[in-house]
């Protein structure tokens, strides 16, 4: 039977955050950066676009 009061080390690692901004016609541009990308990346992405109105 299993020790449930075992203790297992968890090794967790930093993720790189990229932030990227784009003006209101920027969403093209957009598009291509992640179309580029490997389907995982290993980077968290923080995006703001200004939107017209």
Do not use: Y
Request: hydrophobic fraction near 40%; charged fraction near 20%; avoid cysteine.
């Amino acid at each position: 039977m299993p020790d449930k009061n075992k203790h297992i080390p968890v090794t967790r690692s930093a993720t790189p955050i990229v932030g990227l901004g784009a003006s209101a016609g920027g969403l093209e541009s957009l598009e291509r950066v992640f179309s580029e990308l490997p389907e995982e990346p290993g980077l968290a992405f923080v995006i703001v676009q200004h939107l017209s109105p």
